[in-house]
C-alpha cells in the first residue's frame, strides 16, 4: 500500500501559516511609533520640528496625533493573505482528495443542510448535491467526528424529514408528577422498517422492556430521555427525545378524578372487599361472583363517553370496634385489565396479628389513593387517555360477604 504523504500537505500549511501570521504582524503593526514624531506620507522623522508640515515631501498633518500613526505596509500584507489562502488550501487539499467539495463543509454547516435519509436520482446516472453532503454525514458519524449535539441535531433533522416527531417516536402521558417514575413507550411503524430505535443505555433507571418501561423525570427543567436510532444496518447512535410532558408537583394534577356516589358504588362494586383466612388474614378484593354486573354497571358511561374503566388503587382501613387494627397494601386493581382477576392484599397490623378474629364486627374502610394509582398505571396505556382516570371517593364495606 502506497504510503499516504498528506502530512507534507499539512506541514507546508503550516509553514505557509506561520510566515502568513508574521507577515500580517510585521505589515500592519510591527512599525509603530512609539512616539516618535513622523510624516504620516514618507515616513520623515521630524522630531525637533515644531510644525505639523513635512520638511521632506511638504505633507501637511491635519492634526499632531496623525503625527504619531503607525505605518501600515500593504505590499506585505497582500503576500500575507496569499501566505493564507495558501496554507488553508494546503490543509484541506488532502480532504478534498478523499471526499470531493463535501469534505471542505465545517461540521456546524454540514448538521444544518445535510439529511441522512437516501437520496433519489434527479436522472438516470445523477443525483442531487444532497446525497453527497449525506453521504459525507455518514463517513463522519462512523468516524465520529461530530460532538454530542452536532449528533443530535442532525438525527432530529433526518427523523423530522421522515415524519417522525418526538411524540410519534416516544408516548408518554401528557402530564405526569416529578416524583415518580413515569411510563413511557416506544413506537415502530411498518412504513419505515429501516429505523430502529431502543432505549439508551446510559438511563439511570433501567426499563422493564426493551420498548416500554419508565423513567424518571428530572428535579427541574424539561423531560429528555436519551435514545438509540439505528439506520438499516448501521451502528446505533444516541440522540435526546423530549415528549411534550407537562411535570406536576402532585399527584392529583396528573389524574382526571373519579369522584361521586355514582363512582363510590361502582368501586364498592367491583372491588367488594372482603377478610378472609387462610395461613394467614388477608383481604380478597376485586372477586368476579359480587362484582355487581346485574346492577347496572355492565353497560354503564363514564365522563370519558366510554365504558366505566377507573383505576382502583386504594388503602383499605380494618376497623373493629371504632379503632384501626390493619391496613391492607399492595391493594390497586386497574378495571381495564383486571375484569376476571381476583387479588389478595397483604395486612399491615397495628400491633401483633390476633390469633382469632370475628369478620361480622370489622368494617371495611376503603379510600382512593392517587399515589398508589399511578405506581400501576402501565407504559402500553399511555396511548389511552391524556390522564388516567382515577377513583378518589370512599366507601365502607363489612368485614364479611353477605
Request: proline letters at 9%.
Amino acid at each position: 500500500m502506497t504510503p499516504s504523504l498528506d502530512w507534507l500537505w499539512y506541514g507546508f500549511a503550516a509553514a505557509l501559516a506561520l510566515a502568513g501570521l508574521w507577515l500580517t504582524y510585521s505589515a500592519l503593526f510591527r512599525d509603530r511609533a512609539r512616539g516618535r514624531r513622523r510624516c504620516p506620507r514618507c515616513w520623515y522623522s521630524m522630531e525637533g520640528i515644531p510644525s505639523t508640515t513635512c520638511p521632506e515631501c511638504g505633507k501637511v498633518a491635519k492634526s499632531e496625533p496623525a503625527l504619531f500613526r503607525t505605518r501600515r505596509r500593504p505590499r506585505i500584507a497582500c503576500i500575507a493573505a496569499v501566505c493564507l489562502v495558501g496554507a488553508l488550501t494546503c490543509w484541506a487539499l488532502p480532504a478534498w482528495k478523499r471526499g470531493g467539495w463535501p469534505a471542505l463543509v465545517p461540521n456546524t454547516v454540514l448538521v444544518e443542510v445535510a439529511n441522512l435519509l437516501p437520496a433519489q436520482p434527479q436522472a438516470a446516472g445523477s443525483y442531487p448535491w444532497e446525497s453527497d453532503l449525506g453521504d459525507e454525514a455518514w463517513l463522519r458519524l462512523l468516524r465520529q467526528e461530530f460532538n454530542a449535539g452536532q449528533r443530535a441535531r442532525l438525527i432530529s433533522r433526518t427523523l423530522l424529514a421522515m415524519g417522525y416527531t418526538p411524540r410519534e417516536i416516544l408516548r408518554a402521558p401528557g402530564v405526569w408528577p416529578r416524583h415518580r417514575p413515569m411510563p413511557v413507550k416506544l413506537v415502530e411503524r411498518s412504513a419505515a422498517p429501516e429505523l430502529r430505535f431502543s432505549f439508551s443505555e446510559d438511563e439511570s433507571e433501567p426499563l422493564t422492556a426493551c420498548k416500554e418501561g419508565f423513567v424518571r423525570p428530572p428535579a427541574a427543567g424539561p423531560m429528555n430521555i436519551p435514545l438509540r436510532v439505528a439506520f438499516s444496518a448501521a451502528p446505533e447512535f444516541s440522540f435526546v427525545a423530549t415528549p411534550s410532558v407537562l411535570l406536576v408537583d402532585r399527584c392529583e394534577e396528573a389524574c382526571e378524578a373519579a369522584v361521586g356516589p355514582q363512582w363510590d358504588s361502582f368501586a364498592a362494586h367491583f372491588l367488594a372487599p372482603a377478610l378472609e383466612y387462610t395461613d394467614a388474614w388477608r383481604i380478597r378484593i376485586a372477586d368476579a361472583a359480587p362484582r355487581g354486573r346485574a346492577a347496572g354497571f355492565e353497560n354503564a358511561r363514564g365522563p370519558l363517553g366510554g365504558p366505566y374503566n377507573p383505576i382502583l388503587a386504594c388503602i383499605i382501613e380494618v376497623v373493629q370496634d371504632g379503632r384501626i387494627i390493619a391496613t391492607a397494601t399492595n391493594a390497586g386493581v386497574w378495571t381495564v385489565m383486571f375484569r376476571d382477576a381476583t387479588l389478595l392484599a397483604q395486612l399491615d397490623w397495628k400491633d401483633d396479628p390476633p390469633a382469632t378474629l370475628d369478620p361480622s364486627r370489622i368494617t371495611l374502610r376503603v379510600r382512593g389513593d392517587c399515589e398508589k394509582a399511578l405506581g400501576i398505571w402501565e407504559p402500553h396505556a399511555v396511548d389511552r387517555h391524556r390522564k388516567p382516570l382515577v377513583w378518589l371517593g370512599s366507601f365502607e364495606y363489612p368485614g364479611s360477604r353477605p
